[in-house]
């Protein structure tokens, strides 16, 4: 095992061992603090490669903290233990941040280098069902489509890795539900190990096959998922987990 310790914020590159399932994500003793408040108190989190797990927690528990310490967006995160991320990591955010002076398409394959970035941009905005749309502006897009757009942009670039922070949090709830579809089918499609925070245990339940609870800084709850998809909000063994995280969150 290489003794190097990994930087928070650095890409590790020591190559996984072959024939291991690497983990996506391993992160070890994260620690934040804002002043003499500490929001993450020595956070062990390892994502499998593949896996889709959310993250809950009541709001202010430190979800967006520790998203964006695994993002590598926060200087200021201490880790006593190593930090492993993959090389291809995509973020998507309530907001969905299109720059409002670049057209649909030219945001979707922002950086995106090669001849083939175009065609490949196309192909993305046609699987999150906006084909068709590409010369649009964002403003001429409703938010559902935003969050689609947003999707697109970060598939596009093939990530090993997708952080999302309540992604669909600022939509109607029939919108939610659309994009509840949409994002399971993607993942399936395309099966990057997802990190999904989120407040809504319906939510959770539904899209992720692994939850955890962030209560008090640590980890409180992790509860393996195990319903086949699309998932049957009635089916009694949805209802046992819901009110288990419900139970769990207070
Ligand atoms: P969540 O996403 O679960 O709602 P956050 O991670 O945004 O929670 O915040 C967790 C706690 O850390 C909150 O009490 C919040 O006020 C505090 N916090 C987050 N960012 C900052 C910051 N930049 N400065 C001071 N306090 C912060
Ligand atoms: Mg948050």
């Not at 598939?155 to 939610?176: K, M």
């Not at 955890?212 to 699309?230: F, H, R």
Request: proline share 7%; glycine share 10%.
């Amino acid at each position: 095992k290489d003794p190097r310790p990994a930087v928070p914020g650095t890409r590790d590159p020591r190559p996984a061992a072959p024939g291991t399932a690497a983990p996506a994500v391993r992160a070890g003793r994260l620690v934040r603090r804002f002043g003499d408040r500490t929001v993450l108190k020595e956070i062990d989190l390892a994502l499998g490669a593949g896996e889709f797990t959310a993250l809950l927690g009541r709001s202010g528990s430190g979800k967006s903290t520790l998203l964006r310490a695994v993002a590598g967006l926060d200087h200021d995160v201490e880790g006593s233990g190593e930090l492993l991320v993959p090389e291809r990591v995509s973020l998507s955010f309530q907001d969905s941040r299109l720059l409002p002076w670049l057209r649909v398409l030219d945001n979707v394959t922002l950086g995106l280098r090669g001849p083939g970035a175009r065609d490949r941009g196309l192909t993305a905005l046609a699987e999150v069902g906006l084909a068709g749309r590409e010369r649009s502006w964002p403003h001429e897009l409703s938010g559902g489509e935003q969050q689609r757009a947003a999707l697109a942009r970060a598939l596009v670039r093939d990530p090993e890795l997708l952080l999302a922070d309540e992604p669909f949090g600022a939509l109607d709830a029939l919108t939610r539900i659309k994009m509840h579809d949409l994002l399971r089918e993607l993942y399936e499609r395309h099966r990057p190990a997802v990190l999904l925070v989120t407040h809504d245990v319906d939510e959770a339940v539904e899209l992720a096959d692994r939850v955890l609870v962030l209560d008090e800084g640590a980890i409180s709850v992790d509860l393996a998922i195990d319903l086949p998809t699309p998932r049957d909000r009635r089916d009694p063994r949805f209802q046992e987990h819901r009110d288990a995280l419900l139970a769990a969150l207070g």
